[in-house]
């Protein structure tokens, strides 16, 4: 097997592996109708100041519209909220609500479980090694 292909499959069962965590995660807190898209929505929202639906879609790479929806139904599961602008009455901004920014804290939550898990089975030389390697390849 060639390395390309061994690295693929690295990552598929590490990028499953973090999903299944996150889901556990979500379960545990009691947020189960969310899907993965909200997920990664709430995710975005957590690390974004004065965010509104179109800043939100510029950094998905989404179509405004797509996003709205989505947002929209997440206003509708108490996971963010819109305020409108005190400067332009027109934008809305939009932020996570308490039970929302519980649901970012568990996402980030189970990414770094997940990673200590996988730190433990390493030396502290092969950690530094693991990191070095990772930002040389995304370079």
Not at 65 to 91: C, F, H, M
Not at 123 to 138: G, N, R
């Amino acid at each position: 097997m060639n390395h390309q292909n061994r690295i693929m499959e690295i990552f598929e069962v590490v990028s499953r592996a973090l999903v299944n965590a996150k889901v556990q995660k979500l379960r545990k807190i009691g947020a189960r109708e969310i899907n993965l898209t909200q997920f990664q929505y709430i995710n975005a929202i957590n690390h974004s100041d004065d965010l509104t639906c179109s800043g939100l879609a510029k950094t998905l790479g989404l179509s405004k519209p797509a996003v709205t929806g989505i947002v929209n139904k997440l206003i509708e599961q108490g996971y963010v909220t819109k305020t409108r602008s005190a400067s332009d009455r027109r934008v809305y901004f939009i932020q996570l609500t308490r039970t929302g920014e519980q649901v970012a804290n568990a996402y980030e939550e189970a990414c770094r479980e997940y990673i200590r898990g996988m730190a433990r089975a390493l030396t502290e030389t092969e950690l530094d090694q693991l990191v070095l390697l990772m930002e040389k390849a995304l370079h």
